[in-house]
């Protein structure tokens, strides 16, 4: 089951019982919907392999080991061999932590191979996995608090290579992009956009190189409605609705532009 966080920030992820919660702010990192469904499939892929359950019994396995060795730590310190306890203690939850992240980068590595062949299979161009990878790490290389996404996936030089690497065995081809994922992104942009302003110039911009850019016309017009520009929003819309009149997107935008305008007749 899919669901679909109010939250402009980038983050998916898998939960027990098969649910797999997506931020609306992957809308705004994912810039086509192979991108997009790269992102799925390998949160599908750790439901399928049962990474978080595995996750349990590895950590119920170390349970028993992991006391022990804290216990003698901690006997050692009492009896009086205090630096030996103390640094047995830390070198015990050192190890740990080390055995926990281990298990990590292999159900992450696994994610990746498994939600590589799953996303060729259902006709998408699996390239789009390193192609998400490797924007994302280029512009979060240097800040000091990356998104939520990339703490719990953290990607690598070598991570990008190796879905390179196997994305190239797989023939070319494959949906990249459809015209419905750019509507939608164009509708996340606006609704996390707390100038719509700022918006309407970069999607009037767009339009004005190339006039056959549905997805930024679209745009243009929702950000019209949602600035107040409801002179100029009509004419935005009207090109697409004569072109698909009964596509639920552009008739859902000239909704939105008539109650902004009070016409609720």
Same mark, same amino acid.
Not at 10 to 38: D, W
Not at 86 to 112: C, H, K, L
Not at 132 to 152: H, I, S, V
Not at 202 to 215: G, K, P
């Given at each position: ?18 649910? /797999? ?38 950590? *119920? #396995? ?9 216990? =003698? ?17 830390? $070198? ?9 992240? @281990?298990?990590? #980068? ?7 191979? /498994? ?23 280029? %512009?979060? @290389? ?16 070598? @991570? ?5 690497? #196997? ?23 606006? *609704? ?8 309407? *110039? ?14 930024? #016309? ?5 950000? %019209?409605? *949602? $600035? ?20 639920? =997107? ?12 009070? @016409?609720?007749?």
């Amino acid at each position: 089951e899919f669901v679909l966080l109010d939250s402009p920030q980038l983050n998916a992820f898998a939960a027990p019982g098969g649910i /797999i919660g997506v931020n609306g702010g992957l809308f705004l990192q994912a810039q086509t919907e192979a991108e997009y469904a790269s992102v799925l499939a390998h949160e599908l892929a750790h439901l399928s392999q049962r990474h978080f359950a595995r996750g349990l019994e590895e950590q *119920k #396995r170390m349970q028993l080991p992991l006391m022990a060795a804290m216990l =003698a730590g901690v006997i050692a310190a009492a009896a009086g061999a205090g630096d030996a306890g103390i640094a047995a203690i830390v $070198s015990t939850q050192a190890a740990a932590i080390q055995a926990q992240r @281990r298990f990590s #980068r292999q159900n992450e590595q696994e994610a990746d191979r /498994i939600g590589i062949v799953n996303l060729e299979r259902a006709g998408y161009d699996p390239r789009a996995m390193p192609q998400m990878f490797g924007r994302l790490m280029r %512009q979060y @290389r240097y800040d000091q608090k990356p998104p939520e996404f990339l703490l719990t996936h953290p990607v690598t030089e070598s @991570r990008i290579a190796d879905t390179k690497n #196997r994305a190239e065995q797989f023939p070319e081809g494959g949906v990249e992009d459809s015209l419905r994922y750019q509507l939608m992104r164009a509708r996340a942009d606006l *609704k996390f956009e707390s100038t719509p302003g700022v918006s309407a *110039k970069r999607f009037r911009a767009m339009v004005s190189e190339d006039a056959n850019l549905d997805a930024a #016309r679209y745009g243009l017009a929702l950000a %019209q409605i *949602k $600035s107040g520009q409801l002179e100029d929003a009509p004419a935005s819309l009207r090109p697409l609705l004569a072109k698909e009149p009964d596509d639920t =997107a552009y008739n859902l935008a000239q909704i939105e532009l008539d109650i902004t305008a009070n @016409r609720l007749a």
